[in-house]
Nanobody, 128 residues
Framework: QVQLVESGGGLVQAGGSLRLSCAAS????????MGWFRQVPGKEREFVAA??????NAGYADSVKGRFTISRDNAKVYLQLNSLKLGDTAVYYC???????????????????????WGQGTQVTVSS
């Protein structure tokens, strides 16, 4: 079983920046991709960003493209949040998924069902 612990959330004014971190431990290996999702009360969880196992390929939701940057360093994944907007307020979750057999290290997914491990979440609140 894999454990994920997020940190770095907080309260920030619109236009500001935050950096979220997530550390994976337990049953991990080098063949997993990682992602960030977010959720607000009453709404479904939504994809934010993901990065492949080799760190060479990443994808973003249209709503954050150009403002957020995902990166990873072995078993840690980061999400740099810039130019924050009120609509970015949410609980942010880190997740890990296993790269399917026969796929290269550039694989990642925006589908929550492809992830098998989730963190407890960290709150990001953007104020006006």
């Amino acid at each position: 079983q894999v454990q994920l612990v997020e940190s770095g959330g907080g309260l920030v004014q619109a236009g500001g920046s935050l950096r979220l971190s997530c550390a994976a431990s337990g049953r991990t290996n080098s063949n997993y991709f990682m992602g960030w999702f977010r959720q607000v009360p009453g709404k479904e969880r939504e994809f934010v960003a993901a990065i492949s196992s080799n760190g060479g390929n990443a994808g973003y939701a249209d709503s954050v493209k150009g403002r957020f940057t995902i990166s990873r360093d072995n078993a840690k994944v980061y999400l740099q949040l810039n130019s924050l907007k009120l609509g970015d307020t949410a609980v942010y979750y880190c997740a890990v998924g296993q790269t399917p057999p026969f796929y290269s290290g550039t694989y990642y997914s925006s589908e929550g069902a492809r992830y098998h491990g989730w963190g407890q979440g960290t709150q990001v609140t953007v104020s006006s």
